[in-house]
C-alpha cells in the first residue's frame, strides 16, 4: 500500500495510508477537503484540498467521496454577523416563552 506524508499541526510530519485518508470533492471546488486522524496525538486534522492535491491523493489511492454543497451554504449573507449576545438573548427568550415556536411560524399580522 502506498505511503502518504502529511503534516499534523502538531507533530509535524506523519506518514499515512490511503486508507487513513477522506477526501471530499466539493461541487463548489474551493470547499473540497482531506482529513485524517493523527496516527500519533489522535486529533483530526481537515485542510482544504485543490485540483492538485485531489489528484494526488487519487493517484496515492483515496477514493473520492463526491459532496454536493447545499446551494442556501453558497447564498451571500448579508447585515451583521450573529453575536454572542444575540446568541444569549435568545436563549433566555426561549426559557421564558412557551410559544416562541408558534409565534415564530404564525403568519404575519395584517
Ligand atoms: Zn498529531
Redesign the pocket.
Known amino acids: 500500500m502506498t505511503t502518504i506524508k502529511a503534516s499534523?499541526?502538531?507533530?509535524g510530519e506523519?506518514e499515512l495510508t490511503s486508507d487513513d485518508i477522506r477526501l471530499r470533492v466539493a461541487s463548489h471546488a474551493p470547499l473540497s477537503y482531506y482529513q485524517f486522524t493523527?496516527p500519533?496525538?489522535?486529533?483530526l486534522?481537515r485542510k482544504p484540498a485543490d485540483d492538485h492535491i485531489v489528484s494526488l491523493l487519487m493517484s496515492g489511492g483515496v477514493r473520492a467521496e463526491v459532496w454536493e454543497v447545499p446551494a442556501e451554504a453558497l447564498e451571500p449573507k448579508g447585515g451583521p454577523g450573529l453575536t454572542y449576545d444575540d446568541l444569549l438573548d435568545f436563549v433566555l427568550h426561549l426559557g421564558r416563552d412557551d410559544m416562541l415556536a408558534a409565534r415564530a411560524t404564525a403568519p404575519a399580522h395584517r
Request: proline share 9%.
Open positions: 499534523c499541526p502538531g507533530c506523519i493523527c500519533t496525538c489522535q486529533e486534522v
